[in-house]
């Protein structure tokens, strides 16, 4: 890895401060085992908790006799619709699923009834009992049909600039990206504890507890005081946090029975309690001038959103928004829907719409660069979006830094390595003549927005405060793994000028919201604040005793310690802030508008070697630069890179839920296939450092940029060495071979 | 019946009065937290042991199975406070994220580097094959292990 600044960079003055890698404050933990995630959480006197669902993606629910269940020895409790005190649905941002199916169901694994009981067996054996009796409905699950029939969550409608505006060279194309499982290791998971005067604490997987709160609040008819909402040890999340599943169960749970509940899904039930990528069926035609510059752009786009609204009406904003990609185009019409299916609900994950129009728009410019005699790269850069352009759909004009140039130029500078070992398509199943394999070679590049859009008022809070143990930051903000516990550290030492810092997750109880850990916005909204806060802290403690700086040893005045640590940190400092993003607004109805905070930008090459005869892919390579702003944690950055990489990679040649009249054909990890340790490509990774964005010292979130063009990258280059036009992701064995 | 074993070194007996899992045995009854249920199928290895010498899924053993053997766990590889190094190594190179999978990393390759000290990258490779991490592309790993095993 290696980091090109092109602007002067932050030095840390602070051991452990910015721009450093320190090592991770739960990572001893983590290593023996000792780290508690939600799944490992124990209270005295626990019940253990379990879910009825539905066998059909969709049926008229007739009668529900939970006496079965109730009679099993060890059963507290069997809960339906009947029992949900609150407001009979949820939604993260429109409510419109029921907490637990009365009439209807609409996908396959709705959940119907609970049960708490003694133990885990007892309460799954409960669950199974309960017998529900079912009208089996004709399940909808045509997106397009969907789209016809205007069963939509939402449409979008983009024009900008002359409609009439025509070029010289053409392409025009289909393609599809399938519904891809976020795949968190951790599953669902939760303890909900009654307080014994009516409210309840919940410890559960959650990537943003504030909206947990509410949301439960309002199922449980109860007021926000009486629900706490604990951040707790996350398995990884991607997306799949974002919505409930057993959450409003463990609390109707544990204040039915007077006790604690806890609840583990099972890997097919995760399968069916979270929200999924959504799959696309994208069409697209592209008009470009004899030198290769689009002259115009114009994109059908149907998302499909399942059962439920999800947030599939922000997914298909952002696939839309970015339809054209992070090029200049002065003349563009984008249709989108965002369709209502009987499939399963499908919401954020990683790259969240971005992901499946770059698949789409990198093979449109593929096309055209063909058409024209351009190196792809050529061709790109000849389009390339920069500061002060405006994004061709919204008409935005992009204020922050923007390298686009920088990271073509960067890719077609990077030299390819051939690494050490290359397992040959198949690894030692290989059948075919190893003469036969043939290399291919694709880029991509791929755009996101940071941060939440559309007039979202995006904020959060954090607060720091001095202890004899140095800097404590508060937060409600969800650390999934990516390391917020380290950087957030780092921020306050550099901005409080003490080497020892530490973070505490606070409940909903204890400060306000930080907001949602997705969008690659905590490193920027909740490090902005804890940033903020740390250098305001500073500033009011050498203020107050007259000093000139502030470090381990206490407040300095003149090259002398005059106040002490330890009567510093006995004084009470603290400071709160809350910290906003520059304000965006909602499109207007041709989706124009400052719609978005900020922008980052990645460029993938992908090397390939395939195996043509049995359809078999070995990625080889994917080498990346990064718009990363100011890499605050490089070791943290390069984790996310790498693992953003796979994640792409699993989406270009093997993750893909095989969906059947609804039902998920594979939700278990022998037959829904993650990248392995075998699969997993070398990586080269280029942070192109600039600063100017509004981020903590600049920085940008890094987080949903590795995974956004690199499984355009890698279908790109199948397509270079098979010579196929293939046009979906996941490329499967039959998309080469037949 | 009662199930008579060794575990991380010292005796340890359970009463086993169902068909439960080894993995479930460890983390529900026996407070070892370390070893992860993430597929339940033998799949993705968070729930790495060694038995009797041999790395296993700990969810696809019995617990009734252990009877007499030798089994070590994730909070078994370190010698009380002291990382073991692999455990180290991968500390240093920033080989944990989520961390849901480094329990069962940690015991595939510690028990690959007690075979084999100095592996080839190809043989940490296949070594961990059968672990599943989603976080981190698995790079910072390989690296911290590689870094282990030293020049050749």
Known sequence: MTTRTTTPGV????????GESPLRPDGIAKLKGEFEYASDLVSEGMLWGATTRSPYAHARIVSIDIAPALAIG????????????GRALFGLEHPDQPVLAGEVTRYWGEPVAIVAAEDEDTARRAAAAVKVEYEELEPFVDPEEADSTDAVFRRMKIRRGDQEARGTVVVEGFYEVGMQDQAPLGPEAGLAVPDGHGGVDLYATSQFVHVDQEQVVASLGLRPDQVRSHPAGIGGA?????????????????LHTGQPVKMVYDRSESFTGHVHRHPALMWYRHEADDEGRLVRVEARIIIDGGAYASTTSAVLANACYFAVGPYRCESVAVDGAGTRTNNPPCGA??????????VAYEAQMDQL?????????????RNALATGDVLATTGQVIETPLPVVDVIDSLAAMPIVEPDSTPLPGGSGLTTEPGQVK??????????????????????QARVRLTAGGAVVETAAIEVGQGLVTVLAQLARSGLGVSRAVVRHVDTSQIDSAGSTSASRQTQISGGATLEAATRLRERIIDRHEGDDLDDEGVWRHGEVVVPMEVLAGEGWEETVT??????EAPDEEGQGVVHADFAVAGHRAVVDVDVELGLVSVVRVDTAQDVGKALHPEAVRGQIEGGILQGVGLAVMEELVMNDGVIANPNFTDYLLPTILDAPDVEALLIEQDGSWGPFGAKGVGEPPTISSTSAVVAAIRDATGKAINRAPVRPQDIAL | MIVEFTLNGAPANARVEKPLSLLDLLHDDLGLPGSKAACEQGECGSCSVILDGELVCSCLVLAADVQGSEVTTVEGVARGDVLNGVQQAMHEAGAVQCGFCTPGIVVAATELFERNPNPEATEIKEALAGNICRCTGYGAIVRALELLAGPR
């Open chain 1, 11 to 18: 030095q840390s003055r602070v051991i452990g401060g910015v």
């Open chain 1, 369 to 381: 660069a063909t058409k024209l005699g351009l190196d792809p790269l050529e061709m790109r850069r």
């Open chain 1, 238 to 254: 991607f997306g799949a946090r974002e919505d409930l599943n057993l959450h409003i169960h463990l609390c109707m749970l544990a």
């Open chain 1, 439 to 460: 290399r291919g070679v694709g880029y991509a590049i791929g755009i996101k927005n940071l941060g939440f859009s559309e007039g979202f008022d995006d904020y959060a």
């Open chain 1, 74 to 85: 060890g059963v507290h409790a069997v809960l339906t619709a009947d029992d949900v005190p």
């Open chain 1, 579 to 584: 910290f906003r993003h520059p304000a965006t």
């Open chain 1, 349 to 358: 994950m990683r790259g969240f719409g971005a992901v499946q129009v770059c």
